[in-house]
Nanobody
Framework: QVQLVESGGGLVQAGGSLRLSCAAS????????MGWFRQAPGKEREFVAR????????YYVDSVKGRFTISRDNAKNTVYLQMNSLKPEDTAVYYC????????????WGQGTQVTVSS
């Protein structure tokens, strides 16, 4: 099992920045990659970014490219999402998820942290 705890959400004005953190514990050796997802009211959960633990390869949804940066600190078992130039449409609950090396399924999820961007 892998446990994930997100932090860093809050209220920010458009154009501002926030840094989300996700601390992982448990069987982290079984994790292939860490991903960030978000869900706004009335919308389905959306993939935002992911990073592999081993190589650090990153991938982003087009809407956040150039604005968001995902990174990880392997020693701390922590993944970060640096969000710059935030827009009101970025408002959502942001979830951290762990992708298992077996099957590459996102089997583990955090509780989420609210990000609100005001205009």
């Amino acid at each position: 099992q892998v446990q994930l705890v997100e932090s860093g959400g809050g209220l920010v004005q458009a154009g501002g920045s926030l840094r989300l953190s996700c601390a992982a514990s448990g069987r982290t050796f079984s994790v292939y990659a860490m991903g960030w997802f978000r869900q706004a009211p009335g919308k389905e959960r959306e993939f935002v970014a992911r990073i592999t633990w081993g190589s650090g390869n990153t991938y982003y949804v087009d809407s956040v490219k150039g604005r968001f940066t995902i990174s990880r600190d392997n020693a701390k078992n922590t993944v970060y999402l640096q969000m710059n130039s935030l827009k009101p449409e970025d408002t959502a609950v942001y979830y951290c998820a762990a992708q298992n090396v077996v099957g590459l399924n996102y089997n583990y999820w955090g509780q989420g942290t609210q990000v609100t961007v005001s205009s």
